[in-house]
C-alpha cells in the first residue's frame, strides 16, 4: 500500500480511490480555463472521482521556439487562483525554473516536476523545500527504478509529500511506448503513482515543429493502467482539442471524458 497524501481537500494514495488530474495543457485564457475546469468538475462529481486541475501557465519545454507557452508565470497564477477560488478544486502545475517557485507555491496545491527537469537536483529540491505536494514525472529517457534518487532528493529536503508519474518511455524516434510495470515497481517505492495516459500516446517532434499523438488509444490505457493497479489518471482533456494551441494530438475531447471515466470507476469497483 502506498503512503497517504493530501493535497488540498484531496487524499491519495492508501485505501483512498482514483484520482482525477485533469486540466487543457496550457492556460489559453481566463474564460477557457474557468470553463474547462467547471465542465471537468461536473463530469467528476457524477462520477463520484476526487479531482485536481491542471493547466501550465508556461510550457517552456516547447520544441519550436515559436510554439505557444502561455500567458506566463504572473498573469497565468492569476488565472489559476481565480479558478481554485471559484470551483474550490485543488490545483496542479509545472515548474521550469527555480527563480518561479516562491511565486508559484503560492497559489499550487502541487507543484509538478516535468519530466525533462525530473533530474535536474536544484529545481526539484527548491520545489522539495516550499513543503508542497511534489509531482514528479519520470522522464521517458528513464527506467523506473531511476525514480528512487529522486525520490531521494526530495526527501532529504524535509518533503514526504511525493506523487509520481509515469508518462511513458522513448521508443525509437518520436514514439512513446508504456509498460505497465514500472506503475507496480514505482509504487513499491512507497508513495502514490499517477499514469499519465495522454502524454504516453504523444509522438515527440512528430509534426517537425511539434509533437504529435495518438489520442484513439488513451482510453484502452487509462482502462489498462487502472486494472493494473494505480493511485490515480493525468488527463489532458480539451473542448476541442483540434484547436489547441499546443499538445491537441494526444488530449482527448471533454465529451470523451465522462465515458472513460464512467468506465475506470467500474474497474475500480472489481478490484
Known amino acids: 500500500m502506498t503512503r497517504q497524501i493530501k493535497a488540498g481537500n484531496i487524499k491519495i494514495g492508501g485505501n483512498n480511490p482514483l484520482v482525477l488530474i485533469a486540466g487543457p495543457c496550457v492556460i489559453e485564457s481566463e474564460t477557457h480555463c474557468l470553463e474547462t475546469a467547471r465542465k471537468i468538475k461536473e463530469i467528476a462529481q457524477k462520477a463520484g472521482i476526487p479531482f485536481i486541475f491542471k493547466a501550465s501557465f508556461d510550457k517552456a519545454n516547447r520544441l519550436s521556439a515559436d510554439s505557444y507557452r502561455g500567458p506566463g508565470l504572473k498573469k497565468?497564477?492569476?488565472?489559476?487562483?481565480?479558478?481554485?477560488?471559484?470551483?474550490?478544486?485543488?490545483?496542479?502545475?509545472?515548474?521550469?525554473?527555480?527563480?518561479?517557485?516562491?511565486?508559484?507555491?503560492?497559489?499550487?496545491?502541487?507543484?509538478?516536476?516535468?519530466?525533462?527537469?525530473?533530474?535536474?537536483?536544484?529545481?526539484?529540491?527548491?520545489?522539495?523545500?516550499?513543503?508542497?505536494?511534489?509531482?514528479?514525472?519520470?522522464?521517458?529517457?528513464?527506467?523506473?527504478?531511476?525514480?528512487?534518487?529522486?525520490?531521494?532528493?526530495?526527501?532529504?529536503?524535509?518533503?514526504?509529500?511525493?506523487?509520481?508519474?509515469?508518462?511513458?518511455?522513448?521508443?525509437g524516434y518520436n514514439n512513446l511506448v508504456s509498460d505497465l510495470r514500472s506503475l507496480a515497481i514505482m509504487r513499491d517505492f512507497g508513495y502514490p503513482v499517477i499514469y499519465d495516459a495522454t502524454h504516453s500516446v504523444q509522438l515527440p517532434g512528430g509534426k517537425g515543429g511539434s509533437s504529435g499523438g495518438q489520442r484513439q488509444f488513451v482510453s484502452a490505457l487509462s482502462r489498462a493502467a487502472a486494472a493494473f493497479g494505480c493511485d490515480g489518471l493525468f488527463l489532458e482533456a480539451h473542448p476541442d482539442p483540434d484547436k489547441a494551441p499546443c499538445d491537441g494530438p494526444n488530449m482527448i475531447d471533454l465529451k470523451e471524458l465522462q465515458a472513460l471515466i464512467g468506465q475506470v470507476k467500474k474497474i475500480e469497483a472489481v478490484l
Open 76 to 171: 497565468g497564477l492569476i488565472v489559476l487562483r481565480k479558478v481554485k477560488q471559484a470551483l474550490g478544486v485543488p490545483i496542479l502545475s509545472d515548474i521550469h525554473c527555480s527563480n518561479d517557485i516562491p511565486e508559484a507555491a503560492k497559489v499550487l496545491d502541487v507543484i509538478q516536476i516535468p519530466a525533462f527537469l525530473c533530474r535536474q537536483t536544484d529545481i526539484v529540491t527548491a520545489a522539495a523545500r516550499t513543503g508542497k505536494v511534489i509531482n514528479i514525472k519520470k522522464g521517458q529517457f528513464l527506467a523506473p527504478w531511476d525514480i528512487l534518487p529522486i525520490i531521494k532528493k526530495i526527501e532529504a529536503a524535509g518533503n514526504r509529500s511525493i506523487l509520481i508519474t509515469e508518462r511513458g518511455a522513448s521508443f
